[in-house]
């Protein structure tokens, strides 16, 4: 396997802006660093999820993504819809910072799991990168599990960003709300394209 542009392939599509590094800094903002790691969690639990089904069934996707990938499309353009909306709902209502870490879990599951980008990642991985070079099932998971660790900790950067510029963000909150849902709406187009 050539490290240097497998490294390249992680760096770039973990951490370029996405539906849950754009959340991660949002929710971080919203509530603070701290109490944002359930969200957090629920994009690791996701990111696992996702990691072991797509080792598991590599060959099988392969068969199935053409058929299956424009649902998942759907479902995750309109989750990034809501997403949208909920962000100009929650600068208009000032909406309690009080939900449940169980909401924010499953709030950050549901992004990742509908997330054609975190898929795409973790299918390319292992198809262009892992597979053919590792005939060994726990090398394959470990790298796997590499691929979690990488988007896991691009989804805290985003975070820690979220809760250092939260002053500045609460300062120009509409700009910033409006730069968050067009960015949004930009993963949306890169969804179709």
Same mark, same amino acid.
């Given at each position: 396997?050539? =490290?240097?542009a497998? =490294?390249?392939y992680?760096?770039? =599509?973990a951490?370029?802006? !996405? ?5 991660? %800094? ?6 603070g ?7 957090m969690?629920g994009? =690791?639990? !996701? ?9 598991v069934?590599?060959?099988? %996707?392969?068969?199935?993504?053409? $058929? ?9 353009s ?13 600068? *208009?209502?000032?909406? *309690?910072?009080?939900? *449940? ?20 990642y973790?299918?390319?991985g ?5 597979l053919?070079a ?9 790298? !796997? %599990? ?13 975070? $820690?960003? !979220? $809760? ?5 963000f609460?300062?120009?909150?509409r ?5 968050m849902a067009? %960015?949004?709406f ?8």
């Open positions: 396997m050539n =490290l240097i497998f =490294l390249s992680v760096v770039i =599509l951490f370029t802006p !996405g539906p849950n590094n754009l959340m991660a %800094l949002e929710e971080s903002k919203r509530l660093f701290k109490r944002s790691f359930p969200f969690e994009l =690791l639990a !996701g990111f696992l999820v996702l990691a072991i089904i797509t080792l069934f590599t060959d099988r %996707l392969m068969t199935y993504i053409p $058929s299956f990938e424009p649902y998942m499309k759907i479902v995750g309109f989750y990034i819809f809501y997403l949208i909306w909920g962000l100009f709902r929650k600068s *208009s209502e000032k909406e *309690s910072t009080n939900q *449940s870490n169980r909401q924010l879990f499953i709030s950050g599951l549901i992004l990742n799991l509908s997330n054609v980008k975190v898929m795409l973790f299918l390319t292992y198809i262009a990168f892992i053919p590792y005939e060994n099932i726990w090398i394959a998971l470990l790298l !796997g %599990l590499f691929l979690c660790f990488a988007g896991t900790c691009s989804n805290l950067l985003w975070a $820690s960003f !979220g $809760s250092l510029f939260k002053n500045f609460n300062h120009y909150e700009a910033v709300t409006i730069a067009a %960015l949004l930009y993963s949306v187009i890169e969804i179709w394209s």
